[in-house]
């Protein structure tokens, strides 16, 4: 009897690759696409076998939270320590203090730089964690909030009675 794709996948070396896959951003249809299968297929089996759905729900989580923790830290700004190579200048002296040798070689040294915090990483966060007080438009009104619709309404009253006066309405 012929082996049934499935289980390729459901092995310890199928299960890595899926989460790799997942973790590196790629789509469900992706995914698909690498197993040789059809979108579909893919989303039967994570109907019908925990451990890939398992596999790449939990490795896509993860990607989504290193990406929110990066951008995360951009917003504030912080601290980073980069290899340089340093040219130094090597003296030796002999016992009675007359140099004996002098060479220059380069070293590799851990510096600290600061990262400035990003503007627009800043107004990405803000934008999407509070939109009410962020968005490009504060004042527009919510059509899927019925108080917003109250208000609009209201408003719209008040001006329809500072336009027409009783004498307009007489005359029509």
Request: with cysteine; charged share 35%.
């Amino acid at each position: 009897m012929a082996k049934s794709k499935v289980e390729k996948w459901l092995t310890p070396e199928g299960l890595t690759l899926l989460a790799g896959w997942a973790r590196d951003g790629l789509t469900d249809e992706q995914i698909a696409n690498n197993c040789k299968i059809k979108r579909q297929t893919l989303y039967d089996w994570e109907k019908k076998y925990p451990d890939i759905l398992n596999t790449i729900k939990k490795n896509k989580e993860i990607v989504d939270y290193e990406v929110e923790n990066a951008l995360f830290k951009k917003t504030k700004g912080y601290n980073a320590k980069v290899l340089k190579n340093v040219k130094v200048k090597r003296v030796e002296y002999n016992e009675k203090g007359f140099k004996t040798n002098e060479y220059e070689e380069v070293i590799e040294v851990y510096d600290e730089i600061h990262i400035p915090a990003d503007t627009t990483a800043q107004i990405f966060w803000l934008k999407n964690r509070k939109p009410d007080k962020w968005r490009d438009k504060p004042n527009e009104i919510n059509p899927n909030n019925e108080n917003d619709i109250n208000s609009f309404i209201n408003a719209l009253n008040d001006k329809s009675s500072e336009i027409w006066s009783e004498d307009d309405e007489e005359t029509l």
